[in-house]
Nanobody, 116 residues
Framework: QVQLVESGGGLVQAGGSLRLSCTASGRTFAMGWFRQAPGKEREFVAGIYWPTGTTAYADSVKGRFSISRDNAKNTIYLQMNSLKPEDTAAYYC????????????WGQGTQVTVSS
């Protein structure tokens, strides 16, 4: 089982920036970020595929968020710029262990709060 450890959440004013980090204890096929706001379903934010570095983003964050990786550290980052109050949520790191599986490994979550 691969363990995921997140860090980097916090409180920021609208228009500000935050960077989230997530380190995996083992190899993965893909890693990504999801978020869940109170009263809403968990939604995909961004993902990166380990073999190629291909990235994917939700429309709501395109142009503002950027996902990247450090292969040597088994770590991904989510750089969040131009944050909006509607970005407020618990952010979860997730991993796919193989091409045939979905996101089945989850971190503990880190809170991001954007004040207006």
């Amino acid at each position: 089982q691969v363990q995921l450890v997140e860090s980097g959440g916090g409180l920021v004013q609208a228009g500000g920036s935050l960077r989230l980090s997530c380190t995996a204890s083992g190899r993965t096929f893909a890693m990504g970020w999801f978020r869940q706001a109170p009263g809403k379903e968990r939604e995909f934010v961004a993902g990166i595929y380990w073999p190629t570095g291909t990235t994917a983003y939700a429309d709501s964050v395109k142009g503002r968020f950027s996902i990247s990786r450090d292969n040597a550290k088994n770590t991904i980052y989510l750089q969040m710029n131009s944050l909006k109050p509607e970005d407020t949520a618990a952010y979860y790191c997730a991993a796919r262990l193989r091409v045939t599986t979905g996101y089945g490994n989850w971190g503990q979550g880190t809170q991001v709060t954007v004040s207006s």
